[in-house]
């Protein structure tokens, strides 16, 4: 399979050739969660996308209600998923936490006992929810001389720690204070979570991939031999460098011809952050353009089911879209009718689509 039969079918399961007409919540569980780290726009615009007649009550319901939560899980990074999920995932990827922890601020507490800090930041937080400027605070008055951000994040690996609304709601927000999983859904952690479901999941939404593919997504490693385990009920493929790529039997996979339409990639949006080769939908020399030094990802445009520009909004009003080449005036007018759903979507009735062109 070549790069663009590879974006089809990595499309379509990510419902961006077809909107879907899914509940929120079905949309979240079947992405297995929404890049969110930077509250509250993108995991909304993300759905948006994705689904069709999505108003921003159809997310601030679940969150305000406990059925999808924001926690960090996949690389480390918050995502916003259902409870179950939550559940499940957090204990699978502990091994994703320690090793962020172990490698940057676990250097930070030398001799400080973590078991004893565990316990006494999950009292604080299920007594109350904290931000970790607040917790780092309190956890710091009983170990004198250590560094209270360490110790918050000392927290953050060893404690499901999710953030409590306001944070997260449109049009709202709020700080990101945190209490555990257990305390806010009121359930326990599943005691013995396996990478197989996941691994299937994952080809659900973004395969065919390859180990180092799955491993990008998630941050765990060893997955290779998952794969192999599963083989039996997968089917394989080559990419054009000769790996294995594993897929799903009953997965779609369309044609490189179907039509791919324009669509609008909420920032951060997991699309681009799932793969180790990621030119099925983005180029490399646009990479750098989309994926910033500081780690931010820009909203990005995909024409023709590629990246082809970058675009964000103002508190003027005005939605700019870079082109990163010139558009014909079919992709134009897409971008514009995108870009007003967008806009829409926030309730700006006066705000407009302004596009710059490279080339």
């Not at 407009?352 to 080339?359: P, T």
Request: with cysteine.
């Amino acid at each position: 399979m070549g790069p663009r039969e590879l974006g089809r079918a990595l499309l379509a399961r990510q419902h961006l050739l077809e909107r879907s007409g899914a509940d929120p919540l079905a949309m979240i569980r079947h992405l297995v969660g929404l890049q969110a780290q930077a509250a509250p726009e993108p995991p909304y615009l993300g759905l948006l996308s994705r689904i069709e007649g999505l108003r921003p009550e159809h997310l601030t319901a679940p969150i305000e209600d406990r059925r999808v939560v924001r926690i960090a899980l996949q690389r480390g990074t918050i995502h916003l998923v259902t409870a179950e999920d939550c559940l499940t995932l957090r204990p699978l990827l502990q091994p994703v936490l320690d090793r962020g922890f172990g490698s940057n601020w676990a250097k930070r507490l030398p001799g400080v006992d973590l078991d004893r800090v565990t316990a006494r930041a999950r009292a604080l937080v299920e007594a109350e929810p904290m931000t970790f400027q607040h917790l780092g605070a309190e956890l710091a008055g009983h170990e004198p001389g250590a560094d209270p951000a360490a110790l918050a994040q000392a927290a953050r690996c060893r404690l499901p720690l999710v953030q409590v609304p306001p944070r997260g709601l449109w049009g709202r927000g709020g700080p990101a204070a945190h209490t555990t999983a257990e305390h806010w859904l009121g359930r326990p952690l599943d005691p013995a979570p396996a990478p197989d479901a996941m691994v299937l999941r994952y080809l659900a939404a973004f395969g065919p991939a390859g180990p180092a593919d799955v491993q990008k997504w998630c941050g765990l490693t060893g997955l290779a031999a998952v794969l192999k385990r599963l083989a039996a009920q997968l089917v394989t493929f080559r990419d054009r460098a000769g790996r294995t790529l594993y897929d799903l039997p009953d997965a779609p996979r369309p044609d490189a011809s179907v039509p791919a339409p324009v669509r609008l990639l909420a920032p951060f949006d997991n699309l681009l952050l799932s793969h180790a080769d990621r030119t099925r939908v983005l180029p490399e020399e646009y990479r750098p353009r989309i994926m910033t030094q500081n780690g931010i990802v820009l909203g990005s445009v995909l024409v023709d089911g590629q990246v082809a520009g970058a675009w964000r909004t103002g508190d003027d009003g005005v939605l700019r879209v870079r082109a990163f080449t010139r558009l014909g005036r079919a992709d134009l007018a897409g971008v514009e009718r995108e870009g007003a759903r967008v806009l829409a979507f926030g309730g700006d009735d006066r705000g407009r689509v302004a596009v710059e062109q490279d080339g």
